[in-house]
């Protein structure tokens, strides 16, 4: 049963623009959501993370966006750029459960 | 300050043989987990060690198991390979368990042929 689904499976922005990520989750004992970032041949590497406590935090260019009552929440990207092209995955996880459900990636692309 | 260390990066073994891949967490690390992704499944979780214990397993067969050293490196064996286990395999290295400040290692490519 997948836990957690992440749309859409691929996003084409051009240069400066803002990309969107979204995510849906249905357990509601989940308590952590992180966004990760993933290169060709390379592992992912954490990008920003948010607990349900908060409905937005940013870092930088890289927002997460939190709606509990929907159980959904998203990544945004404003003035995307060519070295943001890679895949991104949304997880989540509960206390206690010490491993993390993923979705299933965006691969973005953007265009110069 | 390193980081996480997995050996061998791509590996090419025949149905039905035996792989042992490894995992050097970041030092003062003391969790390592181990995850599968597959185009198919996308990353799922195989299982967690913290303190040479295993502290969790996800829902693969009993032909993934796993080890944690005093050191904390950590190794991952499949046995009776099967064509559907090529993937690459994932470790995470975090201070203490949980997935709080997880850093992965770039995998090991396995290919079975």
């Known amino acids: 049963q997948q836990q957690v689904k992440q749309s859409p499976q691929s996003l084409i922005v051009q240069k400066g623009g803002i990309s969107i990520i979204n995510c849906a989750y249905e357990n509601t004992a989940f308590d952590y959501f992180p966004w990760y970032q993933q290169f060709p041949g390379k592992g992912p590497a954490l990008l920003i993370a948010i607990r349900p406590d908060v409905s937005e935090k940013k870092e930088g260019r890289f927002t997460i966006s939190f709606n509990k009552s929907a159980k959904q929440f998203s990544l945004h990207i404003m003035d995307s750029q060519p070295g943001d092209s890679a895949t991104y995955f949304c997880a989540a996880s509960k206390q206690g459960a010490q491993k993390l459900v993923f979705g299933q990636g965006t691969r973005l692309t953007i265009n110069p | 300050k390193a980081g996480v260390t997995q050996t061998p990066r791509y590996l090419i073994k025949t149905r039905g043989q035996q792989v042992t891949l490894s995992c050097s967490p970041i030092?003062?690390?003391?969790?390592v987990s181990w995850y599968q992704q597959t185009p198919g499944q996308g990353l799922q979780f195989l299982f967690e060690?913290?303190?040479?214990?295993?502290?969790n397993k996800g829902n693969f067969p009993g032909r993934f198991s796993g080890r944690q050293f005093s050191n904390s490196r950590s190794e991952m064996n499949v046995s009776t390979l099967e064509l559907g286990d090529s993937a690459l395999y994932l470790c995470a290295s975090s201070v203490t368990q949980g997935v709080y400040g997880y850093t992965f290692g770039s995998g090991t490519r396995l290919t079975v042929v």
């Open positions: 060690y913290f303190s040479e214990t295993q502290r």
């Open positions: 030092s003062g690390h003391r969790s």
